[in-house]
């Protein structure tokens, strides 16, 4: 399976600021995706990362609020942008080699906003 | 609408106890299934997955998962758990043809968290 390592970690943020979290994995892979954890929830797909394009958001999501670069097939990062405390959350990186395949995910960032 | 049900929000059991997580699919063909287990403060972590062949897989730890085609149903099941099986426990499903981007799109359950008693 890939190696993922996402960064920061964890964080915490003044309202209105932005945040950029990265994304490297240790080889090539077919598709990137961003997902959003909140406390005690399942996984929620913010955008998959296109390399080269605009990443494809999902309903509720928006370029504006969570800006996505793929620049090549080994990384990618999201942003999240003028931050509220509704933004707390988890924020996870996963990896798919081709489709079908399982994804595979980094650790995590952890988001907390005051 | 495609999607993924897991009926059980919390379980508790024994250690030594055995265990069953159920998860139900809506989808219109077999897609491809999988288990993920999520520790806290970790990332998500494969289990175990179905595309094709034999209905009883065999994943990491000691865990299986049978695939039941006539109750669209992928249980999760661990003869003797662990103290260490503590976690929540996640059921997905890989479907074609129906990302925003019209490839792949992996839909996940609601997670069922597994308490361990000693």
């Known amino acids: 399976s890939a190696v993922i390592s996402q960064k920061p970690s964890r964080d915490i943020c003044q309202r209105g600021t932005s945040l950029t979290i990265q994304c490297q994995v240790d080889?090539?892979?077919?598709?990137m995706f961003w997902y959003r954890q909140q406390p005690g929830q399942s996984l929620t797909l913010i955008a998959t990362?296109?390399?080269?394009?605009?990443?494809?958001?999902e309903s509720g999501f928006v370029i504006d609020k969570f800006p996505i670069s793929r620049p090549n097939l080994t990384f990618s990062t999201l942003t999240v942008s003028n931050m509220s405390p509704e933004d707390s959350s988890i924020y996870l990186c996963?990896?798919?080699?081709?489709?079908?395949?399982?994804?595979?995910f980094g650790d995590g960032t952890r988001l907390s906003i005051l | 609408a495609q999607s993924v049900t897991q009926p059980d929000i919390h379980i508790t059991v024994s250690e030594g106890a055995s265990l069953e997580l159920r998860c139900n699919y809506s989808?219109?063909?077999?897609?491809?299934l999988f288990w993920y287990v999520q520790s806290p403060g970790q990332g998500l972590q494969l289990l175990l997955k179905?595309?094709?062949?034999?209905?009883l897989v065999q994943g990491i730890k000691g865990f299986e998962a049978e695939f039941k085609r006539s109750q669209s149903s992928f249980n999760l099941r661990k003869p003797s758990v662990h103290w260490s099986d503590a976690a929540e426990y996640f059921c997905?499903?890989?479907?074609?043809?129906?990302?925003?981007?019209?490839?792949?799109?992996?839909?996940f359950g609601t997670g069922t968290r597994l308490k361990v008693l000693a």
């Open positions: 179905y595309f094709s062949g034999d209905t």
């Open positions: 996963s990896v798919v080699r081709q489709e079908g395949q399982p994804q595979h």
């Open positions: 989808y219109g063909a077999t897609p491809y």
């Open positions: 080889s090539q892979v077919t598709m």
């Open positions: 990362a296109n390399q080269g394009s605009e990443a494809t958001y």
């Open positions: 997905a499903v890989g479907v074609a043809g129906f990302s925003s981007s019209g490839t792949y799109k992996y839909i």
